[in-house]
């Protein structure tokens, strides 16, 4: 530290070199010597710019000001992108539901339909469904897939691959079933996957295929709900959905299934057709409220 001092008090001319000499040494004197001879041939580049003292006080108040890198500028490009992608996204968002006792036919833009049943919903995308063919579903429904990229359906339960077929989705409560009228579809559920062709169908319960022993047509699906093998709860869930009504049991018969068709049209018809082959009667409470007992009773 006192060679230091020593140094600056010679730089500034406060001693002589004997004396820096006599402090530093002989060594270190001369070293001394050749760093400010270096200095002294250090020379800066003349500016011919006569404007450069204006120019370069600019830049020094310029590099005081924060800059904004280049890559927060793709960064605030890439979200005003993507902020437009997912508003885009949401505009285009579609979702159907019918409401009790309403029936529905979806016409998608690839041709394709959907004959949706009471209490039933859909939703998929108008902008994504152009490159991939994806629709969320819920509830009751038959397909009617026009060919072309490959068409999926998915639902709490489980989903559905199709190309081109006809086919129906059951899936209320816990309970889903895929029936298919034409062509040929992949069902998967629960880690299992199945593939039917037409006038088979497959269930969560069994998981077996099993052929459909019934024919599905527009006609039929206006005025007929049709099962096979299905759990009674769930025929009375859709049956509650298509008439507006309110079903309770005395005595819900357990691991019970129905397998035929009812009208959608004829309330009192469709209650006699379904619980009468369980010896069960339908008995009216009060509006649009029904209790369901015994025959006996």
């Not at 001092?5 to 001369?30: C, N, R, S």
């Not at 003292?53 to 605030?76: D, G, S």
């Not at 309110?246 to 068709?261: Q, W």
Request: aromatic share 12%; proline share 3%.
């Amino acid at each position: 530290m006192e060679d230091q001092k020593y140094l600056a008090d010679w730089m500034e001319g406060k001693i002589t070199d004997e004396e820096l000499k006599e402090m530093v040494g002989e060594a270190t004197f001369l070293s001394y010597a050749q760093i400010i001879k270096t200095l002294d041939n250090w020379s800066v580049p003349e500016r011919k710019d006569p404007n450069f003292e204006q120019l370069a006080a600019k830049m020094a108040l310029v590099k005081k000001e924060k800059k904004t890198p280049k890559y927060t500028w793709f960064a605030i490009a890439a979200s005003i992108v993507l902020i437009f992608s997912v508003g885009l996204y949401q505009i285009n968002s579609v979702k159907i539901t019918t409401e009790i006792a309403n029936y529905k036919t979806i016409d998608l833009m690839d041709g394709s339909k959907i004959y949706l049943e009471p209490n039933s919903t859909v939703h998929y995308n108008k902008l994504t469904y152009r490159l991939y063919r994806n629709i969320e579903a819920e509830g009751t429904m038959v397909f009617k897939v026009s060919k072309g990229a490959p068409f999926k359906v998915a639902t709490k339960n489980g989903t559905i691959a199709v190309l081109g077929t006809t086919f129906k989705v059951l899936d209320r409560l816990n309970f889903f079933k895929v029936s298919c009228f034409e062509g040929k579809v992949k069902v998967g559920m629960q880690n299992n996957a199945f593939t039917i062709k037409a006038s088979e169908e497959v269930d969560n319960v069994s998981k077996e295929i099993k052929p459909v022993e019934y024919e599905w047509n527009e006609d039929i699906q206006s005025t007929y709900a049709t099962y096979q093998h299905t759990p009674l709860e769930v025929v009375v869930a859709d049956l509650e959905a298509i008439y507006a009504i309110d079903i309770s049991f005395s005595n819900m018969p357990e691991k019970v299934y129905f397998s035929g068709r009812y009208s959608t049209v004829n309330l009192e018809e469709a209650l006699l057709t379904v619980f009468t082959p369980f010896h069960l009667k339908a008995k009216k409470i009060q509006d649009n409220n029904y209790k369901i007992e015994s025959l006996e009773e």
